[in-house]
């Protein structure tokens, strides 16, 4: 499997593994961040300069969630008052995304994985094949059931599935940035980008949310690349995981 996604990433990235988790290495570099014809919170578009960074190829999965809550570093669940979801992944298949995970336990198993949760630049610019203008993590092709993880009557699965279920990956190999779970970024969420960092670090102006990215099995948020959704860092349901990444590749 590896040797088939280094023949498809350019050669100035490189896979690697480690804590479980494979890494897929960006070069990083200036790309146009939102758009001047989205919705509000995607405006105005911006010049962005991302550095070298590795991504996660996957959302983080229960399996490897596991190996951290075994060592201690992870809680085994988000503290509530209220009983989980009924389609929390924890306890279905190690496979699966990690879902029910609030902000701070993605945190815990980023720090863990010697790691980060992405900035908003650095998700947007892996989505995009490497800042490309595309709409969808795959190109400009409509999303469809074989391609993302997506609500609809023929196609909706009974919670998320394991992750790279379907086919519509990145140029890079990145699984899932469409469908399947939404995923926390590092930001906090504002109302468009006016005064948000132009050097691929995150949002930390004040505010009561968190950014998230992505879309999930059972939302019908658009998936673009571009889209922007948020919720409060202490939030969590069964449509919610994430993925880490690194500084340089």
């Known amino acids: 499997m590896i040797?088939?996604?280094?023949?498809?990433?350019p050669p100035c990235e490189?896979?690697?593994?480690d804590h479980g988790v494979t890494w897929v290495g960006f070069c990083g570099g200036p790309f146009e961040m939102g758009s001047d014809h989205g919705a509000e919170e995607q405006r105005p578009r911006h010049t962005v300069t991302v550095p070298p960074f590795a991504m996660a190829r996957t959302e983080t999965?229960?399996?490897q969630f596991a190996a951290c809550v075994d060592e201690g570093a992870c809680p085994s669940e988000p503290e509530s008052s209220d009983p989980l979801?009924?389609?929390?992944?924890?306890?279905?298949?190690?496979?699966?995304?990690?879902?029910?995970?609030n902000q701070e336990m993605a945190r815990s198993f980023c720090d863990w994985a010697e790691a980060r949760l992405p900035?908003?630049?650095?998700?947007?610019?892996?989505?995009?094949?490497?800042?490309a203008g595309q709409l969808y993590p795959w190109g400009n092709e409509t999303p469809t059931c074989e391609l993302a993880a997506i609500p609809g009557e023929d196609c909706m699965p009974e919670g998320?599935?394991?992750v790279c279920s379907k086919s519509g990956h990145t140029q890079q190999g990145l699984c899932d940035m469409a469908g399947n779970a939404f995923e926390w970024v590092?930001?906090?969420?504002?109302?468009?980008?006016?005064?948000?960092?132009?050097?691929g670090s995150p949002?930390?102006?004040p505010s009561p949310f968190s950014s998230m990215r992505g879309g999930g099995y059972n939302s019908v948020a658009k998936l673009t690349t571009r889209t922007r959704t948020f919720h409060p860092p202490d939030f969590f349901y069964s449509g919610m995981g994430f993925r880490c990444a690194r500084d340089g590749q």
């Open 14 to 17: 490189r896979v690697r593994d």
């Open 85 to 101: 979801p009924e389609l929390c992944s924890w306890g279905r298949g190690d496979n699966l995304p990690m879902t029910c995970a």
């Open 61 to 63: 999965t229960v399996g």
């Open 186 to 199: 590092e930001d906090t969420y504002n109302m468009g980008y006016e005064g948000t960092p132009v050097d």
């Open 160 to 162: 998320v599935l394991p």
């Open 3 to 9: 040797w088939l996604l280094l023949a498809c990433i």
């Open 203 to 205: 949002d930390t102006r």
């Open 119 to 131: 900035s908003e630049a650095e998700w947007e610019f892996a989505a995009r094949g490497q800042g």
